[in-house]
């Protein structure tokens, strides 16, 4: 082949090549597969390797260039690269508009461009007469490092810009800013490679990413698979908006995001930020926020800088993954196999994006390891769907006053000898962790709290969120959110549903307290015998009636023998139930008394129900009882009045024969109740 055919041939190539890593980078669209283009790279390569006057310095050939550096040289870029001020909530967000609003003197309410705030080294890339000459890092903002042969090894960035394929004019002098980022796939390759090999592991994407853009030998440089983003000209084009901005770079064959968007409010930022917040981890790169700036480029330049960030542009971050806080206090739950686990009761604290009151300290051994105390400042991480960590005690910060905590000797469930089992401290009853399961699944039952099953409720007790009932109350949506497979949402409408049954009538609360032998019957019995003595309206009010009651006079109230009775009466004097009760006034219960209806054709008289009724429910029935002033009740006895039987009656039909107790079946019964 002769050069003039070579030429051809090359030229045909590098354009060729151009278009298909435009497509694939810019576009995101693969013409051909990345092995035929590899071919295409290999023919110019041999090419020029027998036309050496054939190479440019544009050729996708020249992107691993050179030799090892013995340093960096300096550039002083043409204009200060500027860092950007951080807000973290909506109200820094309106703070910020208010100060932008001030300073050019009228007020701003939109439009602005947002887009995804890359974690990654930022750069600046120079152009003359459409060929790549220099490439630098911020450094201080006025005086980068001359990073060019690294730079042109990432296929990313464009060696020559083809503005006429856009429908643009290239201008002789082009400055361009972006960032250098790493995919976190790239980053995961290359640690392990530095593993193999014995070397430091990098931290993170961008750590690595900075460390390889400043190797002195390209070479190094060229085996990191980085590649860019670039978002702002500072030269070359005089465009009115930012947004316009993005297009021109796209057009010149820049690698843009395309997660952007144009906002013409706050509000619509704040959704933008949202978004994101909640489907950063479906990128393939890290991100930590997002950047706001105001579309208008003449008003963003009017507004000027302050200090080393620009007026009228802010990084609007997302709730950090790690945070500090303080231990407020550490409890202990025990879980649903009798493990006793502490917890970090901890002062809130928005993490990943929720709000955190509760992280598992694990067992007493992890406590000794990180050597955390009540009244501590630690550091406490979440990362995607992980689970908040406490990862560090900052004992600088220590005052004196922060207290060691130890594991209970005796199980604050049911009271049982706490035993050791490897790192895992357990109830010495092998019953317990079953039994508040169990409790804990009646009580939610009881109180009819949607949405909150049997798999969630052990869920709870897993992760050490709750021990008892009153626990429940006390949960925050971030405490849910936090959990795998969890949401914001899911915890939101959990969260509701609990709160909802804060109002709660007495009979239902006193069932789902669990007594034994008590069931809704006789919980609405023992709601009205509570009621006469005194008014409640709260947990605490039932402390206070039963102090005085006695086994017999409970058995004065009807389907209420002295087992019941005793049962009653031992549960009240428990110290573990009357904490609970207490506790249970604490979150906010309150309830809603009832009384037995004095008049009524039916006062005086009990009834109890057996078999299916046809024209009424149980429940019904039930109703329409107690609406005439009777009372309805689980058990046969000498008390009971009338038992209507319905199809298929039990052993009820059999006891009440057996006590000459009238028995009365559904059309007897409606003509009662007429």
Not at 243 to 249: F, R, V, Y
Not at 363 to 382: A, C, K, M, P, Q
Not at 592 to 602: D, F, N, Q, R, Y
Not at 617 to 642: F, H, M, P, Q
């Amino acid at each position: 082949m002769i050069l003039k055919e070579a030429k051809e041939r090359v030229d045909h190539l590098k354009k060729l090549i151009d278009k298909y890593r435009y497509s694939r980078l810019v576009l995101n669209k693969e013409l051909i597969s990345p092995e035929a283009e590899d071919t295409l790279k290999k023919e110019l390569f041999d090419l020029e390797q027998e036309f050496p006057k054939l190479v440019t310095p544009d050729s996708p050939t020249q992107r691993v260039a050179g030799k090892p550096l013995a340093k960096f040289k300096k550039v002083r870029h043409e204009m200060r690269m500027l860092s950007f001020n951080d807000a973290f909530s909506e109200d820094d967000m309106r703070d910020w508009l208010k100060r932008l609003s001030n300073s050019v003197g009228r007020e701003v309410t939109g439009p602005f461009y947002a887009e995804l705030k890359f974690d990654g080294l930022s750069i600046e890339l120079v152009y003359e007469n459409g060929a790549f000459t220099q490439g630098s890092t911020r450094g201080d903002g006025q005086t980068g490092e001359d990073v060019t042969q690294n730079l042109k090894t990432i296929e990313a960035i464009p060696l020559s810009l083809k503005p006429g394929e856009a429908g643009l004019t290239a201008p002789k002098h082009l400055v361009v800013r972006g960032e250098i980022l790493m995919t976190r796939r790239e980053f995961a390759r290359a640690n392990k490679e530095q593993a193999k090999k014995g070397e430091k592991e990098f931290a993170n994407p961008r750590n690595m990413a900075a460390g390889s853009i400043r190797q002195l030998d390209p070479k190094v440089t060229a085996v990191r698979k980085l590649t860019t983003n670039e978002y702002d000209i500072v030269s070359g084009f005089d465009v009115p908006t930012h947004s316009e901005e993005h297009k021109i770079l796209r057009g010149l064959g820049f690698k843009t995001n395309p997660d952007t968007k144009l906002c013409s409010n706050l509000e619509e930022v704040f959704e933008f930020h949202k978004y994101w917040e909640q489907h950063r981890e479906s990128l393939d790169f890290e991100i930590d926020g997002i950047v706001v700036i105001l579309n208008d480029n003449e008003l963003y330049d009017r507004a000027g800088v302050v200090g080393k960030a620009p007026r009228a542009a802010i990084a609007y971050k997302f709730s950090p993954r790690e945070a500090t806080t303080v231990v407020e206090d550490i409890k202990v739950q025990v879980g649903r196999t009798g493990a006793l686990t502490p917890v970090a009761i901890l002062k809130p604290v928005q993490v990943g994006g929720v709000t955190i009151t509760h992280a598992t300290l694990h067992n007493y051994d992890e406590i000794g390891r990180l050597g955390v105390r009540i009244g501590d400042t630690i550091v406490i991480s979440r990362a995607g769907d992980v689970i908040p960590q406490v990862t560090k005690v900052l004992k600088e910060l220590r005052t004196g006053r922060e207290r060691q905590f130890k594991m209970p000797n005796i199980c604050p469930v049911d009271g049982s000898k706490v035993i050791k089992d490897g790192v895992i401290y357990r109830c010495s009853n092998k019953s317990c962790g079953a039994r508040l399961r169990e409790t804990l699944r009646h009580f939610v039952s009881a109180l009819d709290i949607q949405g909150l099953g049997p798999q969630i409720i052990d869920r709870f007790l897993d992760e050490g969120l709750v021990s008892d009932a009153a626990d429940f109350f006390t949960l925050k949506g971030g405490d849910i959110a936090a959990l795998e497979r969890f949401g914001e949402k899911s915890a939101g409408n959990i969260l509701a549903e609990i709160n909802s049954k804060k109002r709660v009538s007495l009979p239902k609360f006193i069932n789902a307290l669990g007594i034994l032998h008590i069931g809704e019957e006789t919980a609405r019995l023992l709601a009205v015998f509570f009621s006469e003595k005194i008014i409640v309206k709260a947990p605490s009010d039932l402390l206070k009636a039963s102090v005085s009651i006695s086994a017999e006079e409970l058995q004065s109230i009807p389907d209420i023998g002295p087992k019941v009775a005793a049962s009653i009466v031992d549960w009240f004097k428990s110290k573990s139930n009357r904490s609970l009760l207490n506790k249970l006034d604490g979150v906010g219960i309150t309830l809603v008394s009832e009384t037995a209806s004095k008049k009524g054709k039916l006062s005086g008289m009990t009834f109890v129900l057996t078999g299916t009724l046809e024209t009424l429910t149980r429940e019904e029935a039930k109703d329409k009882i107690r609406s005439l002033g009777g009372d309805t009740v689980e058990s046969v006895s000498k008390n009971t009045a009338y038992l209507v039987a319905g199809a298929e009656p039990g052993s009820k039909y059999a006891k009440a024969e057996s006590l000459g107790i009238k028995i009365i079946d559904e059309k007897e019964f409606l003509s009662i109740i007429k």
